[in-house]
């Protein structure tokens, strides 16, 4: 390690002691280390998830499934409905499948090295490297966008991180410590956070600064670069239905094994088209021909497109349906509809 490398280590650990995050998951055991089960699903749920939604999350998850072996005898609607809110509902799903493969093949005990760790559904190269450096002091350095970012401004690199994932791997690599990794990684991350933050970093409170080849050149702010994005998201259209019968229960059903929101809870809605002229009644509007009140038109952002609902209410019999499944229209919050779909239901009624 040279000495810049070194330099910034020992502050960042230093650094660390006084100032890190109070997180659910970094509650250190008799080993001075986190329980790797904890590392194990914090990883999973911050996948595209903010620290300050997923610390609440957390505690929950925890207290529901507090073991792994308990997490493995879950099924995966009630992971999928536990889920509902954090979005990305695939990280859900792997993470009881990796559960469940790991209570069969592992003795319920976290693998401790990568190659047992890159096989797991939805675990890749930062996940693996996060559980080995955090939950087993082992000399890695994962690259989060946090981490990411402190060595792209530390090195002034003027090309979009998209570019130059493998590159600061190779960065990451020279900053490993063989005792401290643990500590190490997490203060990265802290640090990121905190004070080398996306937007206006506190070069100001930083002690690194001088290290920092960004700042000496005044480029903290415009780094990383950003990619432009060429196209807007494009829309989908859709129209949802809120059928509630005499004891105020609402229609309810299961979206498909696969595709958006897959398994998931729903309200009767139209399949969902890019042309609005193409919207065809869903097929149990078409069966029961009842009257329905449109309540309004909602708009929600899915990562890659943004679906355009017309909503629309009605009021039915319970007996008209056979077989159909029901919520309580006063549970509906806590129901494992996902956000979208709660939404709707806000709109409705």
Known sequence: MINKEKQVNTYLLKWYLEHRRDLPWRILYRNYLPKPYYVFV???????TTVGTVKKRFT????KWPTLEKLSAASETQILNF??????YSRARNLLKAAKIINSN???QIPNNYDDLIKLPGIGDYTAKAILGIAYNQPVMPTDANIERILVRLNA???PIKQIKEKLKSLANNFISNKSSSNLIQSFMDYGSLICTPRNPKCNLCKINNLCLSHKNNLQNDIPLKIKKKNKKSIKYTRAYVLINEKE???VRNRPSKGMLASMLEVPNDVWVKNKKNLLHDEIINKIKIKLLHKGCIEYSFSHFDLETDIY????KKNKLANANWIKKSHYLNSGLPTVMKKIVEVAI
């Open 249 to 251: 229960e609402i229609l």
């Open 83 to 88: 889920w509902s809110g954090l979005g990305y």
């Open 157 to 159: 690199i003027e090309k």
């Open 313 to 316: 209410f009605g009021n039915i």
């Open 106 to 108: 592992f003795n319920c």
């Open 60 to 63: 929950e998850f925890i207290n």
């Open 42 to 48: 914090s990883e999973f749920m911050l996948q595209q």
